[in-house]
């Protein structure tokens, strides 16, 4: 996978990874042929990302209007739920409910917080100081950025 | 059978690019293990092919719709042909997963394992979503590091040990828990005579005569009844998502092109040179109609998600392509259910 800095979906979806797909050859037998994939599938895909960081932007306010802790925009980032989050991280889906409002994030013990640090891949510091940092596919290719 | 150890528990195994991950998987397995098979043929055989619009199960909070069998089908089917016989196991601790997985490749048996795709760190980013279903082979280690052939890549990659096992463990729908095969035996030889008129009678069951509105082909045209009233019911932004969503899952990586229909039309074409058979060959262009069609969709459904919607690109019309999809496939399925039932009357009557 090429390294692009900052990440675009511009080039298509494969990161210009070639894949595979059937297509008819010249005597009319299906053969596996390999290339960039079929274009259109590059609009829909671009689609469903424009969504998740349209949800992205709305938590960010969120946050930054203390309607939520910033777990909520870590979960965002990542595309988890509730659910997915409490999967993760092996507690109850009450329990995460309860953190992503700030009153009770704000008291975590250093052991709950280190399990969404693990998780989310970023520091129990920075989410105690609620730090906005890249999602977990971005690490490494995008510097994390302060809030304030 | 091969002996293919190269020192440190690196296998030579032969990776082979392929369209969708488990008939990959399964073909290259299988190939290794010496028995010679396309993925196509693997598909077909597995019984890949499928037609599901489940709106009460949900990814990202739209429907689910599905081309293609329940992950871990095509497997399952491979399974039951005698002669193939697959060691397969689950999880629950991560360490002893990985210690079980590099017992087994010190042993030189390459490994399939289920994943989510969301914690792969080799996968383009832009498919980096939370799909677990994923299938890929482990074919060494080298330090920290596994190398994987990922059917879905064009050349072998290799995968942290941690970031692999996060993704063995990934949670959520389908969570793969740990899941790991190999295969045992395989027979020298595949019956095609017998195999191949059996998948397709289980494709034609499924397709043509499932009891429930929501699959085969009356799923279809159930999709196509409720698309007509997504701008009405969900407003038009939320019925475009909902739309690419479909298309992604007709088209995104994996499938081969039109919803799996070209994959399977080539395992119809391979199949009806086996069996010299005409009438499986003329049943592979009708399918391939049906694919072309889907891709019809596809195209209208792109660009009124790109806002380049055409005079005639409207949810109607888009209804109306998926219910000629609805129409080819049942005419491709009925002629294929007729040809199963000669096939088995023929070879009662050899046997009588």
Redesign the interface.
């Known amino acids: 996978m090429e390294q692009q800095t900052p990440p675009t979906r511009e080039n298509g979806i494969t990161d210009g990874v070639d894949i595979v797909g059937y297509l008819v050859n010249d005597e009319g037998n299906y053969e596996l042929i390999s290339g960039p994939g079929w274009q259109p599938v590059n609009i829909v895909n671009r689609q469903a990302w424009q969504e998740i960081e349209k949800q992205i932007e709305v938590s960010k306010d969120h946050v930054d209007s203390g309607r939520v802790s910033c777990l909520h925009y870590y979960m965002t980032i990542n595309q988890m739920n509730i659910g997915l989050l409490a999967g993760y991280t092996n507690q109850s889906r009450l329990r995460v409910r309860l953190h992503l409002i700030p009153f009770f994030f704000k008291r975590l013990g250093p052991n709950t917080l280190k399990k969404y640090g693990d998780l989310f891949q970023v520091s129990t510091d920075d989410l105690k100081n609620g730090r906005i940092k890249a999602p977990i596919y971005d690490a490494g290719q995008q510097a994390g950025q302060r809030r304030d | 059978m091969p002996d293919n150890r190269q020192g440190s528990g690196v296998i030579d195994f032969p990776h082979r ?3 969708h991950c488990e008939s990959g998987v399964a073909a290259n397995l299988l190939t290794w293990k010496g028995l010679e098979i396309t ?2 043929m693997a598909f077909g055989i597995g019984s890949g092919l499928f037609f599901g619009y489940l709106p009460f199960i949900r990814l ?1 909070g739209l429907p689910l719709v599905t081309y293609r069998a329940a992950p871990g089908n095509i497997l399952k089917q491979l399974e039951k042909i005698s002669g193939i016989t697959m060691d397969q196991k689950k999880f629950r601790d991560t360490n002893q997963a990985m210690a079980e997985l590099d017992a087994a490749l010190e042993q030189g048996i390459p490994v399939g394992l289920q994943t989510g795709v ?2 792969l ?10 799909f677990n279903a994923h299938n890929l082979v482990v074919y060494g280690k080298e330090g920290d590091e596994y190398l994987i052939s990922d059917p ?3 050349a072998p990659v290799r995968c942290p040990a941690k970031d692999l096992a996060r993704a063995r463990f990934a ?2 729908a389908l ?1 793969p828990k740990g899941k790991m095969y190999s295969l045992r035996s395989v027979p020298e030889q595949l019956d095609y005579n017998r195999h191949i008129p059996e998948a397709i009678g289980s494709a034609c069951r499924m397709m043509r005569s499932s009891p429930f509105p929501l699959i085969g082909v009356k799923g279809i045209r159930f999709l196509a009844g409720r698309l007509e009233k997504w701008p009405g019911r969900l407003g038009r932004e939320r019925a ?2 909902h739309l ?2 479909v ?2 899952m007709q ?3 994996g499938t ?2 039109g919803g799996f229909r ?2 399977y ?2 395992f119809l ?1 391979e199949s009806g040179e086996r069996l010299q058979d005409p009438v499986v060959h003329d049943c592979a262009a009708l399918l ?1 109609e049906a694919g072309d069609t889907w ?1 019809q969709f ?2 209208m ?2 660009r009124i ?2 806002n380049r919607a055409q005079p005639d690109d409207t949810y109607p019309a888009m209804a109306e392509t998926i219910r000629n999809c609805a129409q080819l496939e049942e005419k491709v399925f009925q002629e294929l259910n007729h040809w199963v039932k000669q096939q088995g009357q023929s070879k009662a009557q050899v046997t009588r």
Request: aromatic share 14%; charged share 20%.
């Open positions: 690019q392929s369209a993925e196509a990202n969301f914690w760190p080799y996968f383009p980013r832009a498919l980096r979503f939370h879905v890549f064009p949670s959520g969570a475009d998502l690419g969503h298309v992604r088209e995104e990586i081969g092109g070209y994959m039309v080539a074409q391939t891709r596809g195209v459904a792109a998600c790109k």
